[in-house]
């Protein structure tokens, strides 16, 4: 879907840092998501001193304990305070998702840059094979490539960076294929350039607006997609207190204490929900086509 | 007819190069199968060295892949490491679970998509668009399996409406809301589009200059048009259905293919792995076919276009 969006590259001279940032807060919506997004991201920088309890301390409080004045979110199965794990999450499932993000945007971005420049026959094979691979369930893909590499942190973000690198692929193929045609690019040429200063130079800098909106519209994803390994059992493993892997712990206790699901579930919602937010206004401003849509 | 014969034989080179990625990269994985089917079990070396002959472990590396891409058209992947069952039957036992929820998934997901897309896009720029879009925006947004534990938590817990397992209708009803999320997001998001891009259009102004009611200028006219994108994205749409169903199946505790993926990764019951991987690449290959002759249906311009002898 959201490479429908970004078809055509977007004009470089749009995209100016506070610009962008001022106009996002014009619009209510990204305004708010970006008053979430500072806040979890705040939780993830200052843990420590956020957090009323040791995110493993066990018997912090009563076991599964509702929530009270001292345990706003309640507590686990271990009396775990569940606020202090949510706060601790952050530390993990943001920087998983982006970590994730830009791993498959590298990789994705190289293939499809290749993909775009070299052209000819290489070309015709590598963007048939990204289109078969790009309908294959993403989830089933990074399972896959999970039973592989194992179960871990570091194997569930190379998992799901491998899953997204075709959808990344055929986005930068795309639009490395029309920077290409630019007349500053076939004079570099003629000039005698070499093709690593051709890509560095010229084309790199035309696409960058589209390998930054691809960024904006599918961290959220990757977020998400790291998550739901996590909760499958695949990813990142307890007790470590990242959101997928607590919701994964809160599955058995649902009738029991239901808040040790809620609270976890919240807040990987409101990231991905905000982040999303954020990155369809990006998409907006930096893409005159979509502009004034809403 | 031979368009459609076409296709289908161009089909193969794919099959067969998926199902080639899948061989090595199983070939790929560390340690030896049957040191992973005894799972610490000891064994005696001429045990070993038995199983091995008998998997066909003992042969070069280019006779078995010959000889899995033949036993992979045939539907004969092996036995799982943990029943040693032939993997097949056990999908095959399975599937019918899995469909179902898809099935259910696909219309709950289409018909929450389509009801957004078709009222944010008649009105667009209004409240109402507003809404509807946000809406769909926090449908892609919610991760799967939290809404699933949430409808548990609130239709199966406290008001007890629906039964939380089983496999009756009644007990689909939640998991194909949450399958349905996977798709309704980016449905009515594309569908909104569709339908303001259609409206713009020449013969919706000749409709409404005729004198039609709206709903015959909407559902006769603007619907038809603006629907060929979306169906084009159904392809798409349905593999988020299956991994969808993936998801779903592990939060609703229901049996079925997908919970089978992830209980065959976590016991490293590869051979189980490696057959569903198969077949879910070709169920989405022909899958995609279907798709492509529906859009020929739909739109008689691109069936016309196809026909016409070259």
Redesign the interface.
């Known amino acids: 879907?959201s490479d429908?969006l970004i078809s055509a590259p977007p004009e470089a001279e749009r995209v100016k840092g506070p610009g962008v940032l001022r106009q996002l807060m014009t619009k209510p919506?990204s305004a708010v998501a970006i008053v979430i997004l500072t806040v979890l991201v705040c939780f993830a920088l200052f843990a420590p001193w956020i957090a009323p309890f040791d995110p493993s301390q066990a018997s912090a409080g009563p076991r599964l304990g509702a929530p009270e004045a001292a345990h706003i979110f309640g507590t686990d199965l271990h009396g775990r305070d569940v606020f202090s794990r949510v706060v601790w999450g952050a530390r993990y499932s943001l920087p998983v998702g982006a970590a994730t993000l830009l791993l498959g945007l590298f990789a994705g971005g190289a293939l499809g840059l290749a993909l775009g420049y070299i052209g000819g026959r290489f070309d015709a094979v590598g963007a048939r094979?990204v289109d078969?691979l790009?309908?294959?369930?993403?989830?089933?893909m990074a399972?896959?490539a999970?039973?592989?590499l194992g179960?871990g942190l570091v194997q569930v973000v190379i998992a799901v960076a491998i899953a997204d690198i075709p959808k990344f692929a055929r986005v930068i193929r795309g639009a490395t294929i029309v920077a290409k045609q630019n007349l500053f690019v076939e004079s570099a040429s003629a000039m005698g350039a070499s093709t690593a200063r051709i890509i560095v130079l010229h084309v790199l800098p035309t696409i960058l607006p589209t390998v930054i909106l691809l960024g904006t519209l599918n961290l959220?994803g990757a977020i998400?997609s790291t998550?739901?390994l996590s909760?499958?059992?695949?990813g990142v493993q307890p007790p470590t207190p990242e959101w997928?892997t607590m919701?994964s712990d809160?599955?058995e206790y649902?009738?029991y204490a239901?808040w040790m699901?809620?609270a976890p579930?919240l807040a990987?919602?409101l990231a991905?929900?905000s982040v999303?937010?954020i990155g369809?206004r990006v998409s907006e401003i930096i893409d005159p086509r979509s502009q004034g849509?809403? | 007819m031979t368009y459609f014969l076409r296709r289908i034989l161009a089909l193969v080179p794919?099959l067969v190069?998926?199902w080639s990625a899948v061989f090595f990269?199983?070939e790929?994985?560390p340690g030896d199968p049957v040191n992973l089917m005894l799972a610490g079990v000891p064994a005696s070396e001429e045990v070993i060295a038995n199983e091995r002959a008998r998997l066909g472990l003992d042969k070069p590396l280019m006779e078995r892949y010959i000889s899995f891409l033949g036993r992979a058209a045939v539907g004969d992947l092996g036995e799982s490491f943990r029943t040693r069952a032939p993997v097949t039957e056990m999908i095959l036992a399975q599937i019918g679970p899995t469909l179902q929820l898809a099935a259910a998934g696909l219309v709950v997901g289409l018909a929450m998509g389509l009801l957004l897309g078709v009222l944010a896009g008649l009105r667009?720029?209004t409240s109402l668009?507003?809404v509807c879009?946000?809406a769909a925006?926090?449908g892609?947004?919610?991760?799967?399996?939290?809404t699933g534990?949430?409808l548990?938590?609130v239709f199966g817990?406290i008001l007890g409406w629906v039964p939380i397992v089983g496999l009756g209708i009644d007990a689909l009803i939640l998991p194909a809301i949450v399958t349905g999320l996977f798709i309704a997001g980016?449905f009515a998001?594309?569908v909104r589009?569709s339908i303001?891009d259609a409206s713009r259009q020449d013969y919706i102004r000749t409709a409404r200059a005729k004198g039609l009611p709206p709903i015959k200028v909407v559902g006769k006219h603007a619907l038809r048009n603006a629907l060929i994108p979306p169906v084009t994205?159904l392809?798409?749409s349905l593999?988020?259905l299956?991994?969808g169903a993936?998801?779903t199946e592990?939060?609703f505790a229901r049996p079925g293919l997908g919970t089978m993926?992830?209980e065959?990764?976590?016991n490293?019951d590869?051979p189980l792995?490696q057959a569903l991987?198969v077949y879910?690449?070709a169920a989405?290959?022909i899958i995609?076919l279907l798709v492509d002759i529906l859009y020929g249906l739909i739109d008689p311009r691109i069936r016309h276009a196809r026909m016409a002898p070259r």
């Open positions: 879907m429908l919506t094979v078969v790009l309908g294959f369930p993403a989830i089933v399972i896959l999970v039973s592989v179960v959220g998400l998550a739901t909760f499958l059992g695949l997928g919701l809160g599955r649902i009738r239901p699901m809620i579930g990987l919602f991905i929900i999303n937010l369809d849509r809403l | 794919i190069l998926t990269v199983f790929a994985i667009p720029g668009d507003t879009t946000f925006l926090a892609s947004s919610l991760p799967s399996f939290w534990m949430v548990i938590y817990s980016d998001r594309l589009s303001i994205m392809g798409i593999s988020n299956i991994g993936v998801v592990n939060v993926l992830v065959g990764v976590l490293k590869m792995v991987v879910t690449t989405y290959l995609n």
